[in-house]
């Protein structure tokens, strides 16, 4: 249950984080918020409980953010490396 709650909220917050200010506290709140509020509904719509999936929800949209966006060089996803 963790790992798609994780992997759900994680994938609708890096999505829908495209769409906020640019700026690392921005990002890293509103992606944490993003995938707190999708970790929980994720969660209760499988059976789990609504809080945890809001705790798991929170550290896997920050951590996509920091994994991400600010740990490769120039700030870009990891998987804007190759290509254009």
Known sequence: ????????SGGIAN???GYLPKGFGYQLAGR???GRVTG????ELYGGKFGQGFEMGAKTGA???LCNHMLHPGGRPIYHRHGN
């Open 63 to 65: 951590i996509g953010y």
């Open 1 to 8: 249950m963790g790992m798609l709650t994780g992997g759900i």
């Open 32 to 34: 944490s918020l993003i």
């Open 40 to 43: 929980g509904i994720t969660a």
């Open 15 to 17: 999505y829908a984080g």
